[in-house]
């Protein structure tokens, strides 16, 4: 008897948590059914009173002459490669310093640990500064680059 009510218990938290977790996601994309009004005026309620689906269109054909087909192959391009550069790096890195005896392994492994524990925020004006003085801003070398020499 004890034990039933735990499962129950256990299976009622997880299925809150869930529906917690998964509401935002769910705003979304009911939100992408609705019109300017409702979603600015009426964005507690979730399911839209009337269904726009012209939004898909409109967002198709695009804006400022860039449409979503554009977007979407700008996303896949920079996701290819920088996770192969995330992967080629990381097993080069990660083999240096599990098999490779050299003098300030230790230090230098406490360094890249201490860098990945601080937030992308820190590091994200310093990086911009680089790349605007290198003349690299508005290309995909900012997007992929990092990636090639380890994130920490």
């Known amino acids: 008897?004890?034990?039933?009510?735990?499962?129950?218990l256990y299976h009622v938290l997880i299925l809150f948590f869930g529906l917690i977790m998964i509401y935002p996601v769910l705003w979304m994309v009911l939100g992408s059914f609705k019109d300017n009004y409702d979603i600015l005026n009426?964005?507690?309620q979730?399911?839209?009173?009337?269904?726009h689906?012209?939004?898909?269109?409109t967002g198709w054909k695009g804006f400022g002459n860039i449409t979503?087909?554009?977007f979407f192959a700008n996303s896949f391009f920079i996701t290819i490669f920088a996770t192969a550069g995330t992967v080629l790096s990381s097993a080069l890195i990660?083999?240096?310093f599990a098999r490779v005896k050299f003098k300030g392994r230790k230090f230098l492994f406490?360094?890249?640990?201490s860098t990945m524990l601080l937030p992308g925020q820190v590091?994200?004006?310093p990086q911009y500064i680089i790349f605007q003085k290198m003349k690299m801003v508005n290309t995909y070398i900012p997007l992929i680059l990092p990636h090639f020499f380890g994130q920490a």
């Open 46 to 51: 979730l399911i839209p009173s009337v269904w």
């Open 94 to 96: 990660a083999y240096a």
């Open 1 to 8: 008897m004890r034990k039933s009510f735990h499962i129950i």
């Open 68 to 70: 979503f087909r554009t």
């Open 123 to 125: 590091t994200l004006i």
């Open 110 to 113: 406490a360094c890249m640990i």
């Open 42 to 44: 009426r964005s507690i």
């Open 53 to 57: 689906t012209e939004n898909y269109a």
